[in-house]
């Protein structure tokens, strides 16, 4: 990378990650118009948190303006108030649920933000619940609407709603494998699992989430289903490197590998594994099982740059400014953004990807919303 601006935020993204002293040699003093970038990058890919965690490793000589200081010091600290506030509202339903006999697990962003070295400072969405079986996923539905809420219909059989100003959504599959003939062997993958399950506490509950086995698979599976829809950001790809830091040694790694074969997804997940070890700094041996190492994921790097968090700064095609999001404006197509990646997704995951079309022309003709 020869821009200053990518170099110097990847070395603070990095040194937040791990905690790690930022290797700033050659690299900084930063402009004023350098630390903008980095800035806009990091707001880009909402992982403002970490680089602001890398950013205080500098010494004082090398620090951002004091103005670009104070403004990214009031953001991080709206993110720790976000945060403490979801947490607040998770165990608030949980408790609700526990009370009526419902225990789902907490899946993707949410879930994995424990994994962090500060989970506070890890940038949160929508809160991912998973039902294990329809019978309870309906009956947390009906105790919503109960309360008064209104329930709606999302992508892949799931629903969402409001719950105290938060976004829910409840998944009746832990999976985003859109492969309809794997169905059967994931679900009895689930089964084998369960005895694994994690749980961290959260003040008056348990929060339960899938064993590492699953963990890894269904964030992988999460982010190639957004990766061939209109992108993916480096937060995600953050969440991937904390999974394998912590969770691979707990699992078996040549299981693992077998079942992203069966899934037709070993291509791309050699991919992503070179990915976080080359861009993202993860050490090689936490990787959960060896890869392809002459796989270049250049391409990758450079389209998560230019899509940012989600694909919402997608401004190919648009006159917009670094930070304002624009893919808004073109997700009324589901093949606008399927179709430059057909080449190399088929390479990667070509069973997926020949669903993922379908999949999402369905939940368009039913109205449901996109997840």
Known sequence: MEDKGINAFMILLRAGLWNSQPAHNGVFPLSDAEWGKVFNLAVMQTVDGLVYDGIL????????????????????????????????????????????????????????????????????????????????????????????IQVGKGALESSFYSFMNVEIEHHSRMMDILNPFKKGKLQKLEMLERSKDLYYPLHQVNVRTPSPFLTHLQANAHIL?????????????????????????????????????????????????VFLVDYLGLRRDAVPFDYVNHRDSTWLFKEILQVGNFGFYDNRGFNKSDVEPVAHVKRNSVFSRVLPHWRRSIQLAPFETICFPIVKLVDQIQGRKSS
Request: a positive charge.
């Open 57 to 148: 490793k500098l010494p004082k000589e090398l620090l951002p303006p004091m103005e670009l200081q104070f403004k990214w010091t009031v953001r991080v600290d709206q993110i720790e108030r976000v945060n403490k506030r979801k947490s607040g509202v998770l165990e608030k339903l949980l408790m609700l649920f526990q009370e009526h006999a419902i225990y789902p697990y907490l899946l993707k962003g949410e879930g994995l933000g424990n994994l962090y070295l500060k989970p506070e400072h890890r940038i949160s969405g929508d809160i991912d619940l998973y039902f294990a079986s329809r019978k309870e996923y309906d009956k947390a539905n009906q105790l919503i609407q109960s309360q008064g």
């Open 225 to 273: 289903k957004h990766f061939l829809g209109f992108g993916i950001g480096l937060r995600q790809f953050c969440d991937i490197a904390r999974i394998c830091n912590s969770l691979s040694k707990s699992i078996d790694g040549l299981a693992l590998r077998k079942v992203y074969a069966d899934l037709h997804m070993l291509k791309w997940m050699d991919l992503v594994h």
